[in-house]
């Protein structure tokens, strides 16, 4: 069996161009309030850094706003999960 060396992504590089075309559904995500904060509808939980709560994405997913792969691809980049936690904004349009 072929043994593989883990090579980074320009993403786990920290690339800054791929940084800016990760784009991040934040309106979608912001069409409700958060369930774990003062959140309301249009705002993010977080000022700043802007983000919002992970159980805000999850949500969002669950009523539909975001895609399976949008939320796949924001589990991938964080490293420990809760569901307070925040994801960050960045990149986005
Ligand atoms: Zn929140």
Redesign the pocket.
């Given at each position: 069996m072929a043994y593989h060396r883990h090579r980074l992504g320009a993403r786990e590089r920290g690339d800054p161009a791929v940084n800016r075309a990760r784009r991040v559904p934040v309106q979608a995500v912001r069409k409700s309030?958060?369930?774990?904060?003062?959140?309301q509808p249009g705002q993010?939980?977080?000022a700043q850094p802007a983000g919002?709560?992970l159980?805000?994405w999850l949500a969002a997913y669950q009523a539909g706003h975001i895609s399976r792969d949008e939320l796949a691809r924001i589990f991938s980049e964080l490293v420990v999960l809760t569901r307070f936690q925040?994801v960050p904004e960045l990149g986005a349009a």
């Amino acid at each position: 069996m072929a043994y593989h060396r883990h090579r980074l992504g320009a993403r786990e590089r920290g690339d800054p161009a791929v940084n800016r075309a990760r784009r991040v559904p934040v309106q979608a995500v912001r069409k409700s309030g958060c369930s774990l904060c003062p959140a309301q509808p249009g705002q993010p939980c977080q000022a700043q850094p802007a983000g919002d709560h992970l159980s805000r994405w999850l949500a969002a997913y669950q009523a539909g706003h975001i895609s399976r792969d949008e939320l796949a691809r924001i589990f991938s980049e964080l490293v420990v999960l809760t569901r307070f936690q925040v994801v960050p904004e960045l990149g986005a349009a």
